[in-house]
């Protein structure tokens, strides 16, 4: 390790010479670490806290983006929210909704298949081949899976519809635009997951899966007694991971339904986009967004516990 | 016994590459399109007349499809930010976990807490924030609001934690300053952790879409994915051959980063697994 003995620490030689006891040195090898901290601190307080307390200012007011402000007008914005025939709540609800059955489809394949592959790769071989051609996906922008897919599903002479010799309607009718999107994503995503699981698998001890097999038990009795249980932290982890991933879910209908048929698709995230950038309804959509955020967060932290607290 | 053995490896192996065929076959239609004609779209995923026509046309289109200056925002903000955060995060990784001060456990459960904050919460009031002195449409605003990246922040600390004590300990006694541990212990050491946080931080906003969505508005100042959303989907999106090319350019540097740095790039999304 290379150090170099000629620089002295000045704040050190400083205080000694003064002689002035630990007080003071105590106070200056505190500022000086804390210094360490302050470019962090600066990016930290200007683009999160502020636009947290921002945020917090803009969904009280009837906020305007062109003129950059408008009247205040209390917790109409989130009043408003709890109101059905509204315009924002109906939105909301909507969205959430139509997010939830996103999610409810998205994480338990983005569990299951990804533990799968994840344990046919670790019990195969060319696992150096096989794990990094499925995990690819993964490293490409949500906009240019969706722009291929898109193409891929397009009703008339798409790919897929004549790779299987079928008129499907895909992205315009449902329940097949669920479908398209839950595919597209899980296409784009799984390879995350399956990287994580099969690092899970490799930490189990060889001897314990031999002990098994030696008493007889088949692949899929190893499988269902031995490698679920080892990796089941892992496991919630992926389901945590991939509900907040899954309820963000934005490009995808934007991109490839457009929200359609008849807004079944329009996600939460679109909404508040809409509402906020289109319509310019910032207040609305800011309460809108910290609603949403909330919710997140109370259903990760659930989910959370419930893994832990099974251990 | 062996044979039995050797049949169900067959099967596992006719899964997996029905697997890898599965995950190709929107690459390669991406792949043979961006060289098909126009007119031919959808015939066959081998191009019965390839072409690099479409590549002519598309940068023949400087004025509303300046595909070559996106590519350039998209790489100088990805790198910008990587090296802004990775710097940042690691001397804020350091102090936490290797110095003594006033306030250092208020910042680590700030920085913990912070993690829950999903972007959507920030999204407009960022917007606000940055249109309020004028950034839109700038550099700024597409580099500085991945700047607070406590995740890096937590994943250093972690990395940081695990270095032996000795070695800052033998440091200190040969007097060399905080910024020289720093500097020549503790960021060599984590160079496999920050290589780490740069490629995933790079991969996360040169692919993110929604950001610099709200964040530019002009037609030069898109980055990649924006651009070729906005501007293919309103002018040209009958044109696959066209589109198919754009993405195509679109994602060779993730393709390139990908073949250079699997084994990083798996190893950091392992990483992020680790609690």
Redesign the interface.
Same mark, same amino acid.
């Given at each position: 390790?290379?150090?170099?003995?000629t620089?002295?620490?000045?704040?050190i030689s400083y205080v000694r010479k003064i002689g002035n006891g630990m007080a003071v040195y105590k106070f200056w090898?505190?500022?000086?670490?804390?210094l360490?901290?302050i #470019?962090?601190?600066v990016?930290?307080v200007? %683009?999160?806290v502020? #636009?947290?307390i921002?945020?917090v200012i803009?969904s009280l007011h009837a906020?305007n #983006?062109l003129v !950059?402000g408008g009247p205040f007008v209390g917790l109409h914005n989130y009043t408003q929210l709890f109101r059905l025939s509204t315009l924002t709540g109906h939105d909301f609800w909507l969205g959430f909704a139509n997010t939830a059955i996103f999610v409810c489809i998205s994480v338990p394949l983005l569990m299951v298949i990804p533990l799968f592959?994840a344990y046919?790769?670790f019990?195969?071989?060319?696992k150096s081949l096989?794990? #990094?051609?499925? %995990?690819?996906?993964?490293?490409?922008? $949500?906009? $240019?899976?969706t722009?291929?897919?898109d %193409?891929?599903l397009?009703t008339q002479?798409?790919?897929v519809n004549?790779v299987i010799h079928a008129h499907i309607p895909w992205l315009v009718r449902q329940p097949w635009a669920w479908i398209s999107i839950d595919l597209a994503t899980i296409?784009w995503s799984m !390879?995350?997951n399956m990287?994580?699981i099969y690092?899970?698998l490799t930490q189990i001890p060889e001897s314990t899966m031999e002990a098994a097999r030696i008493d007889g038990a088949g692949?899929f009795r190893v499988f269902a007694s031995i490698v679920i249980p080892q990796v089941r932290n892992?496991l919630s982890?992926?389901i945590v991971?991939s509900t907040?991933a899954s309820?963000?879910l934005?490009?995808q209908p934007m991109?490839m339904t457009s929200g359609g048929p008849n807004d079944s698709t329009m996600s939460l995230?679109y909404f508040?986009?809409e509402h !906020?950038?289109n319509d310019f309804q910032?207040g609305p $959509?800011?309460a809108m967004? %910290?609603l949403? !955020?909330i919710i997140?967060?109370i259903v990760?932290?659930i989910q959370y516990r419930l893994s832990r607290r099974e251990d | 016994m062996l044979t039995g053995r050797r049949s169900?490896?067959m099967i596992?192996?006719f899964?997996?590459i029905a697997?890898?065929v599965?995950?190709?076959f929107?690459?390669a239609?991406?792949i043979s399109?961006a060289f098909t004609p126009n007119g031919e779209a959808?015939s066959s995923?081998i191009p019965a007349h390839a072409t690099i026509g479409n590549f002519i046309t598309l940068f023949g289109l400087r004025d509303q499809f300046p595909i070559i200056r996106w590519l350039c925002n998209s790489l100088l903000v990805a790198t910008c930010t990587a090296v802004l955060v990775t710097?940042?995060?690691s001397?804020?990784a350091?102090?936490?976990a290797r110095?003594?001060?006033?306030?250092?456990k208020v910042?680590f459960n700030?920085?913990i807490v912070?993690l829950?904050?999903?972007?959507?919460?920030?999204?407009?009031?960022?917007?606000?924030?940055f249109?309020?002195y004028n950034l839109i449409d700038s550099y700024w605003a597409l580099i500085? @609001?991945y700047?607070?990246n406590?995740f890096g922040?937590f994943l250093l600390y972690q990395f940081f934690i695990g270095i032996p004590n000795e070695?800052q300990e /033998?440091?200190v006694m040969?007097? /060399?300053?905080?910024l020289?541990?720093?500097k020549?212990?503790f960021l @060599?050491l984590s160079t496999p952790a920050t290589a780490t946080l740069a490629l995933l931080t790079f991969?996360n906003v040169?692919?993110?879409?929604?950001w610099p969505l709200?964040a530019t508005t002009s037609t030069p100042m898109r980055t990649?994915?924006?651009g070729?959303?906005v501007v293919?989907?309103s002018q040209y999106s009958t044109n696959?051959p066209l589109?198919?090319t754009a993405?195509l350019i679109?994602?060779i540097p993730?393709?390139i /980063?990908?073949l250079f740095t699997?084994r990083q790039?798996?190893q950091g999304?392992?990483m992020?697994?680790i609690?």
């Open positions: 390790m290379m150090i170099d003995p620089i002295r620490d000045p704040d090898d505190s500022l000086s670490s804390f360490f901290t #470019p962090f601190l990016c930290f200007l %683009f999160l502020a #636009p947290l921002f945020g803009i906020w #983006p !950059g592959l046919l790769i019990r195969s071989p060319l096989f794990r #990094p051609i499925l %995990f690819f996906p993964t490293v490409l922008s $949500a906009t $240019a899976i722009t291929v897919w %193409f891929l397009q002479n798409g790919p004549n296409w !390879g995350f990287v994580i690092a899970a692949s892992v982890f992926i991971i907040i309820f963000n934005f490009a991109l995230s508040i986009y !906020g950038f910032m $959509a800011t967004a %910290f949403m !955020g997140l967060a990760s932290s | 169900t490896n596992k192996i899964v997996l697997a890898c599965i995950t190709l929107p690459v239609w991406m399109t959808f995923i710097l940042i995060d001397l804020a350091f102090a936490l110095l003594r001060f006033w306030g250092r910042i700030m920085v912070s829950v904050v999903p972007f959507i919460a920030l999204l407009i009031p960022l917007y606000v924030e249109a309020k500085l @609001p700047t607070s406590a922040v070695l /033998a440091a040969d007097g /060399a300053n905080k020289i541990i720093w020549n212990i @060599p991969m040169y692919n993110d879409f929604f709200v990649l994915t924006v070729v959303q293919s989907v696959y589109l198919m993405t679109s994602v993730m393709v /980063a990908f699997q790039l798996m999304v392992v992020t697994g609690k």
